[in-house]
């Protein structure tokens, strides 16, 4: 089995940064697609950004020029570079690794941006 686990959540002013990391363990043959998501409270899960494993990536209009989403193929791990960060972001940010076979999801961390 594939777990993923993000940390570097937290607690932030707005106009803040924050990165997320995301690493993946477990047996692993290989990883494809990785990604962010995002889930506000009362909110849908939208997508935030996604890298191919081939370095790739595709952004949410609300994120793009603010955020940057990078992987490291050797060490299985997936980033998320979060600058002029808004209240708006303000929620439980997943990540997940397209196997092929599966998707898996990390169990999320929250980033709450409040002054």
């Known amino acids: 089995q594939v777990q993923l686990v993000e940390t570097g959540g937290g607690l932030v002013q707005p106009g803040g940064s924050l990165r997320l990391s995301c690493s993946a363990s477990?047996?692993?043959?290989?990883?494809?697609?990785m990604g962010w998501y995002r889930q506000a409270p009362g909110k849908q899960r939208e997508l935030v950004a996604v890298?191919?494993?081939?370095?790739?990536?595709n952004y949410a209009d609300s994120v793009k020029g603010r955020f940057t989403i990078s992987r490291d193929n050797a060490k299985n791990t997936v980033y998320l570079q979060m600058n002029s960060l808004e209240p708006e972001d303000t929620a439980v940010y997943y990540c997940?690794?397209?196997?092929?076979?599966?998707?898996?999801w990390g169990r999320g961390t929250q980033v709450t941006v409040s002054s």
């Open positions: 997940n690794a397209d196997l092929r076979i599966a998707v898996v």
């Open positions: 890298v191919t494993n081939s370095g790739s990536t």
């Open positions: 477990g047996t692993i043959f290989r990883i494809y697609g």
